[in-house]
């Protein structure tokens, strides 16, 4: 990756031009850089989804936005490590004054991968048990804090102290090292023998297997993460009644996406979601980026600053 001139973005009918503030980096824009992913973009690509800024210009149509509001993005056109990203309409949120510009790159993807696992693929209710596997990193953070408001009973992994207290603070009734040898064997105690409802699975090709053994009867895994294969014994998931499901943000609906943000934006409002970023770092440094991003011992969000 390389800082290049390019012209700037003009909006047509229902699009909008952002002026990029702060630029959120994600691991899947790692994947699409190395090529290692599923969907592969053309090149030159700009990289960049979520983005917090203020709305530079608006297309015909566009009723949702006015020039000069703040704003995050939650998908672009053109991509967000940029100074201004060109967007659809339905990709662009109000950012709360409560909110930093930072704050706004880290919602995007974090938030609503969190949301849609939680809520729509998993269907996990309140009273429920959690297991939020590497919850120290965006995605994990935005779990405990929507789980933790929703009634639902969180335990948390984290594989340093800094990052285990970050998840307690954000509502984690219990927080486990998954360094541990044994600390997927603490669940049964701390759950009275009943197990998890719901696992969110950030590395199943490391922990599915393991998974089942901590479930409750009918218990559901969600898969968000994965980086290889895993062999899994199926009779594990049958014993359980279980179910494991997959959950890629791109295959959200415009529906979807449009019920996540209604309630992200409620959950901002009222206090009970609050984006965490760890690290702000020159829009130059986005390769550097990159490979922290994909470091061990997550700690909130990296963002990039144009």
């Known amino acids: 990756m390389q800082i290049e001139d390019v012209p700037l973005p003009h909006p047509g009918p229902g699009q909008v031009v952002v002026r990029v503030k702060a630029a959120g980096v994600n691991p899947v824009e790692t994947y699409m850089r190395s090529g290692i992913y599923a969907r592969k973009p053309a090149l030159p690509w700009t990289p960049g989804s979520d983005a917090g800024g203020v709305v530079e210009s608006v297309g015909e149509g566009v009723t949702n936005v006015s020039v000069g509001a703040r704003v995050y993005t939650a998908g672009s056109i053109t991509g967000t490590y940029a100074e201004q990203a060109l967007c659809e309409q339905s990709q662009v949120h109000q950012l709360l004054e409560k909110l930093s510009f930072e704050q706004g790159a880290a919602i995007g993807i974090p938030y609503a991968t969190a949301y849609r696992a939680l809520f729509h693929r998993a269907g996990a209710a309140s009273?429920?048990?959690?297991?939020?596997?590497?919850?120290?990193?965006?995605?994990?953070?935005?779990?405990?804090?929507?789980?933790?408001?929703?009634?639902?009973?969180?335990?948390?992994?984290?594989?340093?102290?800094?990052?285990?207290?970050?998840?307690?603070?954000?509502?984690?009734?219990?927080?486990?090292?998954?360094?541990?040898?044994?600390?997927?064997?603490?669940?049964?105690?701390?759950?009275?023998?009943?197990?998890?409802?719901?696992?969110?699975?950030?590395?199943?090709?490391?922990?599915?297997?393991?998974?089942?053994?901590?479930?409750?009867?009918?218990?559901?895994?969600?898969?968000?993460?994965?980086?290889?294969?895993?062999?899994?014994?199926?009779?594990?998931?049958?014993?359980?009644?279980?179910?494991?499901?997959?959950?890629?943000?791109?295959?959200?609906?415009?529906?979807?996406?449009?019920?996540?943000?209604?309630?992200?934006?409620?959950?901002?409002?009222?206090?009970?979601?609050?984006?965490?970023?760890?690290?702000?770092?020159?829009?130059?440094?986005?390769?550097?980026?990159?490979?922290?991003?994909?470091?061990?011992?997550?700690?909130?969000?990296?963002?990039?600053?144009?």
């Open 127 to 306: 009273g429920e048990w959690i297991l939020v596997h590497g919850a120290t990193g965006g995605v994990g953070v935005a779990a405990v804090q929507l789980a933790h408001a929703a009634g639902m009973k969180v335990i948390g992994t984290g594989g340093t102290e800094k990052g285990r207290d970050l998840v307690k603070e954000q509502g984690a009734d219990y927080v486990l090292n998954h360094h541990e040898a044994d600390y997927l064997n603490q669940i049964g105690r701390l759950t009275g023998d009943h197990g998890v409802d719901v696992v969110l699975e950030m590395l199943a090709n490391v922990n599915l297997d393991r998974d089942f053994n901590v479930l409750a009867a009918r218990g559901r895994v969600v898969i968000i993460g994965s980086r290889g294969r895993i062999e899994i014994a199926p009779r594990d998931i049958m014993n359980h009644d279980a179910a494991v499901v997959g959950m890629l943000l791109n295959n959200a609906t415009k529906e979807e996406m449009a019920s996540i943000h209604t309630g992200l934006h409620a959950g901002f409002g009222n206090g009970t979601l609050t984006p965490i970023v760890e690290r702000q770092m020159p829009l130059s440094d986005a390769p550097l980026a990159h490979h922290e991003v994909m470091k061990p011992g997550a700690y909130g969000k990296i963002v990039l600053k144009p």
